[in-house]
């Protein structure tokens, strides 16, 4: 009787521990602000920086750069990163200005000079989104003019999914998106000891964190009801995302649509600059 207790104890105690586990260090990756280190960006010197204050009260800071009679108006949106934020789209800036498109870069909530304590991967960063896209859209210099999105990593997956929950944006340029949290939790676990054993703790610490309802708000849920042009890329030896994770979003995107997979990591346009922005110009050339 005594080693039938023990071993009920040893049954019980062993996945208490493997959630605690699971649960800790993914407490640890969202929860907390994530600061911005802007010391190597030039452009931050010159840059101001704006506040929106958000529907919750909280303030949303971001950069604009207007040009003249601009083609269309992009919302470029960062990926998750420590330090991260802003400063992480600045090199886009400048051939999207020569090229005549007006941009801006939002810190997401939680990251630089944005308010905030808790990282989502888009389940909430949506909503900053689609806020900052209707007081840009309001701005009369941007009367009539096209407004859409531009992301990275977990930026690009924001963009999918505001732009499937809204409605809004009239373009999507997706980066290394992930399909969902099963396939961002599973790829990064690929490589652990007993992985199978400890996703489905991850999955109930993903349900505690982030809401009951967290896995509505990703990309293979929402990607169906997007009906503007889009383009994703995908990395071919993406050590962060799955590589496979884009192409299956291009396959249920609806037209018109655009896919190039690069032979690099994680950050394509570090890899290959030239050739991300001629596919960015190329599809902003003949979609809007």
């Known amino acids: 009787m005594k080693k039938l207790v023990v071993v009920l104890i040893a049954l019980s105690i062993i996945p208490i521990g493997i959630f605690l586990y699971a649960w800790n260090n993914l407490h640890e990756q969202i929860n907390g602000h994530i600061y911005e280190d802007l010391s190597n960006i030039a452009l931050a010197k010159t840059a101001k920086t704006y506040y929106l204050t958000k529907s919750d009260g909280d303030k949303l800071a971001y950069w604009y750069f207007p040009v003249k009679k601009p083609k269309a108006v992009i919302i470029l949106i960062h990926g998750y990163g420590n330090p991260g934020g802003k400063g992480q789209m600045a090199d886009h800036i400048e051939y999207l200005q020569a090229a005549g498109y007006s941009t801006v870069i939002p810190d997401l909530r939680s990251f630089g000079q944005s308010d905030g304590n808790k990282t989502t991967f888009g389940v909430t960063e949506w909503q900053d989104i689609s806020q900052l896209y209707d007081y840009i859209k309001s701005l009369p210099e941007n009367k009539d003019k096209k407004i859409g999105f531009m992301g990275v990593s977990m930026g690009a997956t924001t963009a999918i999914v505001a732009a499937g929950q809204t409605g809004k944006g009239d373009f999507i340029i997706a980066s290394v998106p992930f399909v969902d949290f099963r396939s961002l939790f599973g790829f990064r676990l690929s490589d652990t000891k007993y992985a199978s054993i400890i ?16 896995r509505r708000f990703t990309p293979i849920e929402l990607i169906g009801k997007v009906n503007v042009p889009i383009l994703i890329f995908s990395a071919a030896r993406d050590e962060y995302v799955s590589s496979a994770d884009a192409g299956k979003l291009f396959q249920m995107a609806n037209d018109p649509k655009k896919y190039w997979q690069a032979d690099s990591g994680h950050d394509i346009f570090a890899a290959h600059p030239d050739q991300f922005k001629q596919h960015v110009l190329d599809f902003l050339k003949n979609s809007i």
């Open 199 to 214: 996703y489905p703790f991850v999955r109930l610490a993903g349900h505690l964190e982030l809401g009951l309802n967290y």
